[in-house]
T-cell receptor, first 112, second 117 residues
Framework: GENVEQHPSTLSVQEGDSAVIKCTYSDSASNYFPWYKQELGKRPQLIIDIRSNVGEKKDQRIAVTLNKTAKHFSLHITETQPEDSAVYFC???????????FGTGTKLQVIP | SQTIHQWPATLVQPVGSPLSLECTVE??????LYWYRQAAGRGLQLLFY??????ISSEVPQNLSASRPQDRQFILSSKKLLLSDSGFYLC????????????????FGPGTRLTVL
């Protein structure tokens, strides 16, 4: 089955700096890679996703890059703000009848 | 628009008691449905997923079970709770395509916080 590793587990940055979270996956059949943000006590919510036919996708301060050859993808947050503080999960989805596999999460703290 | 409901929101149960958590989805049909558990400060552990009525896949052998009696209803149960069953239980749905995943976003419910004493 799919195995997703996510690093780092915790990340502290100063407000205005950039944050990068990296994930690797094992199943070459995975073709969809979403990122979820979970604020304390809340449900995870999708913030950005990328499909295998795209190498990079950007939405304002958030961007995701995908390297299918190396089987890794990354989340980039620029100009971080205190409200970016949360736990971020990556995931890999092989589609078909296979389940989505989540990474173990990264707790991001943005220090004002 | 689609909405997902979970209840109860919080639950405190003694060890050895039964459990029933319910999840319903509105505004879509034939969704893929998922149960996750999240221990304090930890990641999302997939417990069960379903691509159709009566079709349940179990990811982790344990004292929990799931059922899907209707297209948009997903139930998580236990006959006897353990201390280790405490956690935040999340139900989620995604759009299915002829019963299969179609690389789509998962929408999570508000969750049930279960404490087993």
């Amino acid at each position: 089955g799919e195995n997703v590793e996510q690093h780092p587990s915790t990340l502290s940055v100063q407000e205005g700096d950039s944050a990068v979270i990296k994930c690797t996956y094992s199943d070459s059949a995975s073709n969809y890679f979403p990122w979820y943000k979970q604020e304390l006590g809340k449900r995870p919510q999708l913030i950005i996703d990328i499909r295998s036919n795209v190498g990079e996708k950007k939405d304002q301060r958030i961007a995701v890059t995908l390297n299918k050859t190396a089987k890794h993808f990354s989340l980039h947050i620029t100009e971080t703000q205190p409200e970016d503080s949360a736990v971020y999960f990556c995931a890999a989805d092989p589609g078909g009848y296979q389940k989505v596999t989540f990474g173990t999460g990264t707790k991001l703290q943005v220090i004002p | 628009s689609q909405t997902i409901h979970q209840w109860p929101a919080t639950l405190v149960q003694p060890v050895g008691s039964p459990l029933s958590l319910e999840c319903t989805v509105e505004g879509t049909s034939n969704p893929n449905l998922y149960w996750y558990r999240q221990a304090a400060g930890r990641g999302l552990q997939l417990l069960f997923y379903s691509v159709g009525i009566g079709q349940i896949s179990s990811e982790v052998p344990q004292n929990l079970s799931a059922s899907r009696p209707q297209d948009r209803q997903f139930i998580l149960s236990s006959k006897k709770l353990l201390l280790s069953d405490s956690g935040f239980y999340l139900c989620a749905w995604s759009r299915g395509l002829a019963g299969a995943s179609s690389y789509n976003e998962q929408f999570f419910g508000p969750g049930t916080r279960l404490t087993v004493l």
